[in-house]
């Protein structure tokens, strides 16, 4: 598995086959992507369906919108998907607008415990980084 | 008079089993109920406390599921925990804190939850 391709997605740790089949099915997945010299950033994928369901669980509850940092919409929300927006998405320069920081493994923010993330999954069989 | 123990008059205890009849059939692919961070749940920055829109997976049709262990239907979910259909696929739905918990407190009542083993698919 090549994982040496820049920027690579990061999976929340302890991402394997059944995580990758369960967040098609969620239709989100928070991860980071980290550039060449080690500058990460928080993303988001939703795809519409979800991103509706949310934006509903949201207004009922009183909050005028549904946001998260790095929001990215897929049509489905796969592996090859993530990567092949973030690839793209790095080209554009999408990523300059984007607060990079540094690449601790165990993010810590305020007190909040945030997931590891990781950039190969636990189980052989699917190939993580993006291709070009 | 001594006493001679027989079915007829030893002690035993009803076991109560729960309630199923209003829990929809659903399915889990797996015995494990452990929810990953950012993959099932998140945490809300503001509070420190999950957040009850997100959950693990459960699936009303049991063939998405078993290529990962099995089919195994959820008999009891306790008080705490709702379940909600997320997603593109109407058979998904996801196990979420009812109300905003900690990851620990969320983890307990996952744990109090009960999976047939028996009749798995």
Request: negative net charge; without cysteine.
């Given at each position: 598995m090549n994982t040496d391709n820049y920027p690579r997605v990061l999976f929340p740790e302890g991402f394997d086959e059944r995580s990758a089949f369960e967040c098609s099915m969620k239709g989100w997945l928070s991860a980071q992507v980290e550039s060449e010299s080690g500058e990460r950033y928080s993303i988001y994928f939703s795809d519409p369906v979800r991103l509706q369901q949310d934006l509903d669980d949201q207004v009922r509850r009183g909050v005028p919108c549904f946001a998260e940092p790095g929001l990215i919409v897929l049509p489905e929300v796969t592996i090859e998907a993530a990567q092949n927006a973030v690839q793209f998405l790095w080209r554009e320069g999408f990523f300059k607008h984007l607060r990079a920081y540094g690449g601790d493994k165990s993010e810590t923010t305020d007190g909040v415990f945030v997931p590891t993330f990781i950039a190969s999954i636990e189980q052989p069989g699917v190939e993580l980084t993006a291709s070009d | 008079m001594e006493r001679t123990p027989s079915l007829l008059t030893c002690d035993y205890f009803i076991v109560k089993l729960p309630?199923?009849?209003?829990?929809?059939a659903l399915f889990r692919g797996e015995i494990d109920l452990i929810p990953r961070l950012g993959v099932d749940v998140l945490i809300d920055p503001n509070t420190g406390l999950l957040r009850t829109d997100r959950g693990i997976s459960l699936f009303s049709d049991p063939a998405k599921v078993e290529r990962f262990g099995g089919a195994y239907r959820v008999e009891f979910i306790p008080e705490g925990l709702k379940t909600e259909q997320r997603g593109r696929d109407t058979s998904h739905y996801e196990l979420m804190p009812a109300a905003p918990m900690t990851y620990e407190q969320y983890v307990e009542l996952l744990a109090q939850v009960v999976l047939d083993l028996d009749k798995g698919e």
């Open positions: - | 309630d199923t009849s209003n829990v929809q």
